[in-house]
């Protein structure tokens, strides 16, 4: 009896032991020639992008235009033109083709508009090595007219809490702060908020996040709100201007949607360039990278910022003062400050 | 929590207890058969294929280096049960068109098995295994998802056939073992859920899932053969692991082929009733 069971029980593992080797979990395959690699990124992107809706994008039929494009015997180089091509319909800076010999990339979003921040004239304001201070990724300094002035450049590089301290006791004694994020195409999230933690004495919602639960276009989590904890450390009481252009984008952006919030701040310049999908990285067959936004970061209205926001006080650079080595926004926010801000 | 989990996650916590009990008490066992602990350590290098759409769609392929260490023993309250300790740790280096990806994990086991003499020198073995994983696959290229977490507890049904034979003059014994998941919890990032919004923002509903045959169908099997050279005993082996999940509209799998090396040792437990030392001879303290 025990030997038909132990008969029995052998059959039926191997029973299970072959459905296992038969049943696989695959994806879809793709050859590694032109029409592959199109297909493939046309499906990464199909089914993880997140603003086909909002953006009102018909992904199918940019498929149909641009599979006539594709030849089996075109050229690597020519391939990755039509595919940034096709990429660029997105709209979206974070939405990138990296290759050995090419980025694509769409910048549109700061391109087609003003730039509003001239590097050579801001590096005027801050004048000459021993004129101002570097913490990390800060240079700050304290103008005559006693405003401080923070250049964040890039999110990119870090801050941190030790920093923060620094500069924030260095300046103490200024009237109000400049912090000027133009130019800052964005980085670290956490950059973000570490800064901006700065300027608030009470915990604020600062907006949402949802992630695509599926492939589908509309597959999308229940947005959770994301909130601003008040820093632990010193913390700014005092007016504060933050200078956008539209090259202020993805986690700068983020950092604009927070401090709009925040008391004693103003948001001076020009729009920001958007860029709130957090992007996540897939890779092509013949070993090409593509970038795209996967999960999207919405305001405390509940609304899309992807296209930049807008700023209290509306801004620009004049051609006159250009010429004459002036920062017109820099002037306008230290003008604003002395004045008591707000 | 899910009411279904709750129920498991107290079935995998009795298991465990009863398990470790057992294992608890054996050492303080009197009964002979369990006294004696067939251990074996193996080094194993072979060919990994790893799939992970939340990292990307590509199934990239390398090589992979193991360790395991396996006890075997019986219970001493059934002289047909025996126990069956084996954890594994793995690192694999896949890649694609000269881009690497890594992948690691270490797995536990830990069940027993009733024993069926089939003949006087064909075992076949049937029972449980508490299956334990913890592991990654990072891709070093990508952005806000550079790195797919991987951690599942599974119940395993398990079987074995022990055949010893002699070959020339030399003892031998071939072992075929195969481990199926039968139903388990695993975590899995959402579809699109970035590590920010799951580590920094602290959202982290629908990453831990049920799993069982429908959206986890994995199968570890390993076959060795021990052998003596000398005073040594070897075992050689080879071991294919096939890992497999459909959780969150995310693919994963990973295909492991692997040839290992080691040694057998057989250790007799006792135990010191009366508090007296161990001879100089033997005490390596």
């Known amino acids: 009896m025990k030997t038909r069971i132990a008969y029995l029980l052998a059959v039926a593992a191997l029973a299970f032991a072959a459905i296992s080797i038969s049943s696989c979990v695959k994806e879809d395959e793709f050859d590694n020639t032109p029409e592959g690699n ?23 039929e940019v498929h149909d235009r641009y599979a006539r494009r594709i030849t089996p015997e075109m050229p690597s180089k020519a391939l990755f033109e039509v595919l940034g091509e096709m990429l660029a319909e997105l709209k979206d800076g974070h939405v990138n083709l990296y290759a050995a010999h090419d980025v694509a990339a769409y910048r549109k979003w700061y391109e087609d508009y003003p730039s509003n921040f001239n590097d050579s004239i801001a590096r ?48 103490a004694i200024c009237d109000g702060l400049i912090i000027d ?33 599926g492939p589908g276009h509309n597959e999308f989590s229940e947005p ?37 919030l925040l008391p004693g701040v103003t948001i001076m310049g020009d729009k920001t360039g958007g860029g709130s999908g957090l992007p996540f990285s897939a890779e092509l067959l013949n070993s090409w990278s593509v970038r795209f936004s996967a999960s999207p970061v919405l305001d405390v209205a509940r609304q899309h910022i992807e296209w930049g926001i807008d700023p209290d006080i509306r801004v620009d650079m004049t051609a006159e003062d250009i010429r004459a080595n002036r920062d017109t926004m820099i002037e306008a926010a230290r003008e604003l400050l002395r004045q008591g801000g707000v | ?54 990292l990307t769609p590509l199934q990239y392929a390398g090589p992979e280096v193991s360790v395991a260490r396996e006890t075997m023993r019986f219970t001493r309250f059934n002289k047909d049960l025996s126990v069956q300790n084996f954890f594994r740790i793995y690192a694999a280096m896949p890649g694609k068109n000269g881009y690497d990806i890594y992948s690691g994990l270490v797995n536990w086991n830990y069940g027993m098995h009733y024993q069926f003499q089939l003949r006087y020198n064909l075992k076949l073995l049937v029972g449980g295994l508490g299956d334990l994983n913890a592991g990654f696959v990072y891709n070093p290229r990508n952005s806000n998802n550079p790195a797919s977490a991987k951690a599942f507890v599974d119940l395993d049904a398990s079987a074995m056939l022990i055949y010893r034979f002699k070959l020339g003059r030399c003892h031998l014994t071939a072992r075929y073992q195969a481990n199926l998941p039968v139903m388990g919890v695993m975590f899995s990032p959402d579809y699109g859920s970035s590590y920010y919004e799951m580590f920094y923002l602290g959202y982290r509903d629908n990453t831990v899932k049920f799993t069982s045959l429908h959206n986890h169908l994995s199968l570890r099997q390993m076959v060795t053969l021990d052998f003596p050279c000398r005073r040594v005993t070897f075992r050689a082996g080879y071991y294919w692991e096939i890992q497999q999940s459909h959780v969150n509209n995310l693919k994963t799998h990973t295909y492991s082929h692997s040839f290992m090396l080691g040694f057998v040792r057989n250790l007799r437990l006792f135990r010191d009733k009366h508090g007296r030392q161990l001879p100089s001879g033997v005490n390596p303290f």
């Open chain 1, 38 to 60: 199109f297909e493939l990124l046309w499906k990464i992107i199909d089914e993880h992008y997140c603003f086909f809706e909002y953006k009102d994008i018909d992904w199918n």
């Open chain 1, 224 to 260: 959770q709100p994301v909130w601003l904890e008040p820093s632990q450390h010193i913390r700014w009481q005092k007016p504060v201007v933050v200078l956008t252009n539209r090259h202020s984008y993805s986690a700068t952006n983020e950092f604009v949607n927070m401090m709009r």
């Open chain 2, 1 to 54: 929590m899910n009411p279904m989990l709750s129920r498991l996650a107290a079935v995998v916590a009795l298991s465990c207890a009863y398990i470790y009990m057992v294992y608890g008490q054996s050492l303080d066992t009197d009964t002979v058969p369990s006294r004696y602990r067939v251990v074996a350590t193996t080094f194993g290098a072979g060919r990994q294929k790893v799939l992970d759409t939340y």
């Open chain 1, 124 to 171: 005027l304001y801050l004048g000459k090595t021993g004129d101002y201070m570097t913490a990390a990724g800060i240079q700050y300094k304290a103008f005559a007219d006693n405003i401080g002035y923070i250049r964040y450049a890039s999110f990119s590089d870090g801050i941190g809490d030790g920093n923060l301290n620094e500069v924030l006791s260095s300046l």
């Open chain 1, 181 to 213: 994020v133009r130019d800052n195409g964005g980085g670290s999230l956490d950059n973000a908020q570490r800064l901006a933690a700065r300027f608030t004495d009470k915990r604020v919602m600062t907006g949402y996040i949802m992630h695509k639960t």
